[in-house]
T-cell receptor
Framework: DQQVKQNSPSLSVQEGRISILNCDYT??????FLWYKKYPAEGPTFLIS?????DKNEDGRFTVFLNKSAKHLSLHIVPSQPGDSAVYFC???????????FGSGTKLNVKP | DTAVSQTPKYLVTQMGNDKSIKCEQN?????MYWYKQDSKKFLKIMFS???????INETVPNRFSPKSPDKAHLNLHINSLELGDSAVYFC?????????????FGQGTRLTVV
């Protein structure tokens, strides 16, 4: 039973435009959410996170939005660059969970 | 200097063999994990260790046995390998368990059982 879901397996965006990656979760106990970026043959690398006490966190071109009532978060990348092409994983956790729950990833392709 | 390193990167072996994957982190983290990325690309927790103590064993077959000689190392031993064990295995570490902390991942070990 997947508690973190990324329903779009892939997304294609033109360079310079905005990329929006979505993630839904089912467990209301989650209070910390993360986005990871993964290139082929490499491990996931941490990108950005958000605590449940916030609804937005921004870091350069990357912004994560959290809608707790909808149990939904999204990652916005603007402007998108070809180097952003990778698989993006959404993850969630809570203080007493001792682990991270991951979605299945969304493969982003940014076209030059 | 790699923060979380695991070896080997690729492992091809026959059914029935016993193999090990090593993992080391130089971040000074207290918590280490093993995740398995299955054919559907989900990253699923297998084990979680905090300061060399097992805190999560996520219904993994007994053929999988983690070993943590110290808090910087978490090795994964797999006995009697089966075809279904073929997957990418990721080691990770974090400053603490769960909560407001991020995990740092190794590059993964692609295990192929033939």
């Amino acid at each position: 039973d997947q508690q973190v879901k990324q329903n779009s397996p892939s997304l294609s965006v033109q360079e310079g435009r905005i990329s929006i990656l979505n993630c839904d979760y089912t467990n209301s106990m989650f209070d910390y959410f993360l986005w990871y970026k993964k290139y082929p043959a490499e491990g996931p690398t941490f990108l950005i996170s958000i605590s449940s006490i916030k609804d937005k966190n921004e870091d350069g071109r990357f912004t994560v939005f959290l809608n707790k009532s909808a149990k939904h978060l999204s990652l916005h990348i603007v402007p998108s660059q070809p180097g952003d092409s990778a698989v993006y994983f959404c993850a969630a956790s809570a203080n007493n969970f001792n682990k991270f729950y991951f979605g299945s990833g969304t493969k982003l392709n940014v076209k030059p | 200097d790699t923060a979380v390193s695991q070896t080997p990167k690729y492992l091809v072996t026959q059914m029935g063999n016993d193999k090990s994957i090593k993992c080391e982190q130089n971040l000074g983290h207290d918590t280490m994990y093993w995740y398995k990325q299955d054919s559907k690309k989900f990253l699923k927790i297998m084990f979680s260790y905090n300061n060399k103590e097992l805190i999560i064993n996520e219904t993994v077959p007994n053929r999988f046995s983690p070993k943590s000689p110290d808090k910087a190392h978490l090795n994964l031993h797999i006995n009697s390998l089966e075809l279904g064990d073929s997957a990418v295995y990721f080691c990770a570490s974090s400053r603490e368990t769960g909560g407001n902390t991020e995990a740092f991942f190794g590059q993964g070990t692609r295990l192929t059982v033939v």
